[in-house]
């Protein structure tokens, strides 16, 4: 590697460092046990229920009860749980960003409540990263150390907004397709037994917590990808400003943060993504992403800014 122009590369693998990522991630890995539950009792649960209620109609107020009171469940304690740990996630994950790119911290956007020595002994995370260490080791790619650190603090956030857009595109697609296979199934295996219409109505009814899951995370994926677009086009404005118009540093860090603030408040809201379909493309999209980084540090390299 060319002589390094800023210490990304370097400070992210200090052991501060490491251990806000094992502590985000062990936030992380608490809320998906949460978004476990959730799956189970909305999806797995009321599936199994409305399976069996094809076969024997006698299940079928079973299955709409179940699906009734699983609604309260999600509503009242699993999807609270999810999201108090995922918040705490976000406001780890923002002190290493700030730390890492060097950008002024925002008071209204890590509280003093945060304390990652207490996340690391409750899940004991310590003992947890020399065998979490390929995961969580180079957060950002490497090469962003031979631009200026204005330069390769963008290039990181572009990367941010990009990596999470194509996970969320390929969530929103499996479930709409799982809600609507899923209903075709039910009308059709009625249809063919001959059930009668209040059956078929109470199996569907017994689904609804499965097919409010898959309508609620269809559209707020969809809605995270709108706004990860909007992100990642701000961020291009952005590296055209600091790459092609030669904009002052200064500048350019203010409005870093002011595109921190939103990839903050993006992360915050944003629904989570079940980890086998981000380890299924993990190696894939983090060779992408080191490629792309390669891209945009030779055009600043090109460029007469630096």
């Known amino acids: 590697m060319a002589h390094l122009m800023n210490t990304i590369p370097e400070s992210q693998v200090e052991r501060k460092q490491l251990e806000r990522l094992a502590a985000q991630r062990e ?15 909305t ?3 009321p599936i199994i229920l409305a399976l069996i209620a094809l076969i024997k109609e006698e299940f079928s107020t079973i299955s709409a ?18 999201k108090s740990r995922k918040e705490r ?18 008071p209204l956007k890590v509280a003093d409540d945060i304390k990652v020595e207490e996340v690391l002994r409750h899940y004991k995370a310590h003992a947890k990263i020399p065998t979490n260490i390929e995961k969580i080791v180079g957060w950002y790619s490497k090469e962003v150390g031979e631009v200026p650190i204005h330069i390769a603090r963008i290039i990181c956030q572009r990367t941010n907004c990009w990596w999470d857009a194509t996970l969320r595109k390929r969530f929103a697609h499996f479930l709409k397709y799982s809600s609507v296979v899923a209903l075709i199934i039910v ?47 701000f961020a291009a404005q952005l590296w055209n400003r600091a790459v092609h118009d ?9 409005e870093s943060r002011r595109l921190q603030d939103e990839i903050f408040n993006y992360r915050t809201n944003n629904p989570l993504i079940l980890d086998w379909l981000y380890n299924k493309f993990r190696d894939e999209d983090e060779a992408t992403m080191n490629a792309s980084a390669r891209l945009l540090v030779d055009e600043a390299l090109a460029s007469n800014c630096l």
């Open 246 to 254: 030669c904009g002052a540093e200064e500048i350019l860090t203010l």
């Open 43 to 45: 999806t797995a649960i």
């Open 65 to 82: 009860v179940f699906g009734a009171a699983s609604l309260f469940v999600d509503a009242y304690l699993v999807d609270r749980n999810i």
């Open 89 to 106: 996630a976000v406001k780890i994950q923002e002190l290493f960003d700030c730390d890492i790119l060097q950008l002024p911290s925002s």
């Open 187 to 233: 009308l059709s295996v009625g249809c063919y037994r001959e059930m009668d219409i209040t059956s078929i109505l109470l199996i569907i009814a017994g689904l609804t917590p499965f097919f409010q899951y898959c309508i609620k995370q269809h559209n707020d994926n969809v809605d995270a990808i709108k706004r990860l677009d909007e992100l990642y086009y």
């Open 27 to 41: 936030l992380y890995s608490a809320a998906k046990v949460w978004y476990g539950w959730q799956l189970l009792i």
